[in-house]
C-alpha cells in the first residue's frame, strides 16, 4: 500500500481477473490487492503475496515513467483477512458466537422469566505491535452479502498495518511478514477448535 496526499476525493480504479477471485484497487492513496471467493478454495498467504509483489512492481514502473506520477512514496502496509462465517453454517442465532468466539458471554439474570437472551454483538479491539511498529485491528459484526437478499453473516476481520520508514528499518516486506504473523497468532488466540477446523487452519 502506498500514500500521496491529495485535497480532492478519491478516485478508484478497479481491476479484475476474467474470473473475479483477484482484483486490484487504485486510489490516489492506495494500491490494493484482494483475493475474493467464487470458485477456488481459499488461497494461502505464500501464494497471495508474490502476487502482490508482481503486480505492484508493474505499477511501480508505470508510475515512474508517467509523467505527472514518479516514484511512489510509500508510507504505511496494510495486509486484511476477512472471514464471512454464513448464518447456517457454523451458528444459527447470536447466542452461538461464543462457540466460535470464546468470551462473548452474555450476562445472566438471577432465574426467572426475565433471563436474558443475547441478541446482538458487535466489537472493535486495536493493539498495538510493539515496539510501535503497527497495529492489528479485530472487528466483529453481524452482516449480509452482497444485498439485501443475501445470507446473514457474521463477519470478523482482522487488519493488521503500519509505517514505512525505511531509515527505522521499517520496510514493506517487512512489515507484511510482521502484519502476516500477527493475524495468524491473533486469530488462533481468539477462536475455537472448531472456528480453526472450519477455516482449515494450518499448524
Same mark, same amino acid.
Given at each position: 500500500?502506498?500514500?500521496?496526499?491529495s485535497?480532492?476525493?478519491?478516485?478508484r480504479i478497479?481491476?479484475? $481477473?476474467?474470473n473475479?477471485?483477484?482484483? !486490484?484497487?487504485i486510489q490516489?492513496s492506495?494500491?490494493?490487492?484482494?483475493? +475474493?471467493?467464487?470458485?477456488?478454495?481459499?488461497?494461502?498467504? *505464500?501464494? !497471495?503475496?508474490?502476487?502482490f509483489?508482481?503486480?505492484?512492481?508493474?505499477f511501480?514502473?508505470?508510475?515512474?515513467r508517467t509523467?505527472?506520477?514518479?516514484?511512489l512514496?510509500?508510507n504505511q502496509?496494510?495486509?486484511?483477512?476477512?472471514?464471512?462465517?454464513?448464518?447456517?453454517?457454523?451458528?444459527n442465532?447470536v447466542?452461538?458466537?461464543?462457540?466460535?468466539?470464546?468470551?462473548?458471554y452474555a450476562?445472566?439474570?438471577?432465574?426467572?422469566?426475565?433471563?436474558p437472551?443475547?441478541? $446482538?454483538?458487535?466489537?472493535n479491539?486495536?493493539?498495538?505491535?510493539?515496539? +510501535?511498529?503497527?497495529? !492489528?485491528? !479485530?472487528?466483529?459484526?453481524?452482516?449480509?452479502? =452482497?444485498?439485501?437478499?443475501?445470507?446473514?453473516?457474521?463477519?470478523?476481520?482482522?487488519?493488521a498495518r503500519?509505517?514505512? =520508514?525505511?531509515e527505522?528499518?521499517l520496510?514493506?516486506?517487512?512489515g507484511?511478514?510482521?502484519?502476516?504473523?500477527?493475524?495468524v497468532?491473533?486469530?488462533?488466540?481468539?477462536?475455537?477448535? *472448531?472456528?480453526?477446523?472450519?477455516?482449515?487452519?494450518?499448524?
Amino acid at each position: 500500500m502506498f500514500f500521496v496526499r491529495s485535497g480532492s476525493e478519491p478516485e478508484r480504479i478497479l481491476i479484475t $481477473q476474467e474470473n473475479d477471485e483477484r482484483l !486490484i484497487q487504485i486510489q490516489d492513496s492506495r494500491f490494493i490487492y484482494n483475493w +475474493r471467493r467464487r470458485e477456488s478454495a481459499y488461497p494461502a498467504y *505464500k501464494s !497471495i503475496h508474490p502476487e502482490f509483489q508482481s503486480q505492484f512492481a508493474k505499477f511501480s514502473e508505470f508510475a515512474s515513467r508517467t509523467r505527472g506520477l514518479g516514484t511512489l512514496d510509500l508510507n504505511q502496509w496494510e495486509v486484511a483477512y476477512i472471514n464471512h462465517l454464513p448464518q447456517g453454517e457454523m451458528w444459527n442465532t447470536v447466542q452461538d458466537w461464543p462457540s466460535i468466539l470464546p468470551g462473548l458471554y452474555a450476562p445472566r439474570a438471577i432465574g426467572g422469566a426475565d433471563q436474558p437472551v443475547l441478541d $446482538q454483538v458487535s466489537g472493535n479491539w486495536a493493539f498495538e505491535l510493539l515496539p +510501535r511498529r503497527g497495529r !492489528i485491528h !479485530i472487528s466483529l459484526q453481524l452482516g449480509r452479502a =452482497a444485498s439485501a437478499e443475501g445470507p446473514t453473516l457474521l463477519i470478523f476481520t482482522l487488519t493488521a498495518r503500519g509505517p514505512i =520508514a525505511d531509515e527505522k528499518g521499517l520496510t514493506l516486506e517487512g512489515g507484511f511478514a510482521l502484519g502476516h504473523e500477527a493475524i495468524v497468532r491473533t486469530f488462533a488466540s481468539m477462536t475455537s477448535a *472448531k472456528a480453526h477446523q472450519h477455516w482449515k487452519r494450518r499448524a
